[in-house]
T-cell receptor
Framework: KNEVEQSPQNLTAQEGEFITINCSYS?????LHWLQQHPGGGIVSLFM???GKKKHGRLIATINIQEKHSSLHITASHPRDSAVYIC???????????????FGTGTLLAVQP | KAGVTQTPRYLIKTRGQQVTLSCSPI?????VSWYQQTPGQGLQFLFE???????NKGNFPGRFSGRQFSNSRSEMNVSTLELGDSALYLC??????????????FGPGTRLTVL
């Protein structure tokens, strides 16, 4: 079983829909990252969080440390949001933080106009 | 501020050859991490360098090695290439200090094809 699981693997939405991507992990972590990868390979860091909730524009990320679960929400989705969204965790405790990321398999999102 | 740059962007090699990939981090960033991305295995951590020292290492054979220079630029080397080494190799830089959580900034990647 993978240490980081994402669901769904594929998601098709209509423009304007509210989208949720889920990430569950089975190890102790010091931080969780949400990444976006567009066709062609470039990866952009969307969020890095260790507790609570963060918001950037139409994107919201939440994490529940007790349940070992995080969600990425996209409000008012747009075709330009079409990409692969990847959840990654840093193992360990705060103070021993490491840049060694363990990745989920990604969620391929397609937003249709 | 310039982003993370990787050279070359594309590379074709044959089995048995060796290859060196280069990564220039964002100015002021002292940590460089390397990742391999393949369709079958997804993204996997290779190693991390901080202040010219390897700080973390993933589960890859010894054919994969790296180094970091005093200006934080990093290189990774793969010797005796195998077909399975065909992948997108990504590097990411971060400030790297501890204790802190470090946002990573990714380069565009080097796509290596082994024939």
């Amino acid at each position: 079983k993978n240490e980081v699981e994402q669901s769904p693997q594929n998601l098709t939405a209509q423009e304007g829909e509210f989208i949720t991507i889920n990430c569950s992990y089975s190890v102790g972590i010091s931080a969780l990252h949400w990444l976006q990868q567009h066709p062609g390979g470039g990866i952009v860091s969307l969020f890095m969080l260790s507790s609570g909730k963060k918001k950037h524009g139409r994107l919201i990320a939440t994490i529940n440390i007790q349940e070992k679960h995080s969600s990425l929400h996209i409000t008012a989705s747009h075709p330009r949001d079409s990409a692969v969204y990847i959840c990654a965790v840093e193992r360990g405790n705060y103070g021993g933080a490491t840049n060694k990321l363990i990745f989920g398999t990604g969620t391929l999102l397609a937003v249709q106009p | 501020k310039a982003g993370v740059t990787q050279t070359p962007r594309y590379l074709i090699k044959t089995r048995g050859q060796q290859v060196t990939l280069s990564c220039s981090p964002i100015s002021g960033h002292r940590s460089v991490s390397w990742y391999q991305q393949t369709p079958g295995q997804g993204l996997q951590f290779l190693f991390e360098y901080f202040s010219e020292t390897q700080r973390n290492k993933g589960n890859f054979p010894g054919r994969f090695s790296g180094r970091q220079f005093s200006n934080s630029r990093s290189e990774m080397n793969v010797s005796t290439l195998e077909l399975g080494d065909s992948a997108l190799y990504l590097c990411a830089s971060s400030l790297g200090g501890r204790p802190t959580y470090n946002e990573q900034f990714f380069g565009p990647g080097t796509r290596l094809t082994v024939l």
